[in-house]
């Protein structure tokens, strides 16, 4: 697992971290992560350059909803990935993801 701080790095993590890295972050393997983000659990990536990025403030909200989840994500969260779904869908020209009302 790679590791945060490094003799020649920062000691304090960075604002936006790899796949690797953010598992470190989680203090989980890079799979767990991974399946976490398929799930769901956690954020899916920000494509910059053809780089995936995880922002840790989203990283820090998505751990706190799955806390106070008892491990499994709030419905918040899970109506919030629906709306990220949906909001890419329709730049790409397609809205055929459904997001129920939050009653």
Known sequence: MKRLATETGPTYPPRTMRADTAAAYLDMSRASFLRLVDDGAMPPPTKVRGMALWDRIELDRAFEDLKDGG????TNT???RLRELQHERR?????KVPVPQND
Do not use: A, I, Q
Not at 71 to 74: A, C, F, I, K, N
Not at 91 to 95: A, C, L, P, Q, W
């Open 71 to 74: 491990g499994e994500p709030t």
């Open 78 to 80: 899970v109506l919030k």
């Open 91 to 95: 730049r790409e020209g397609s809205d």
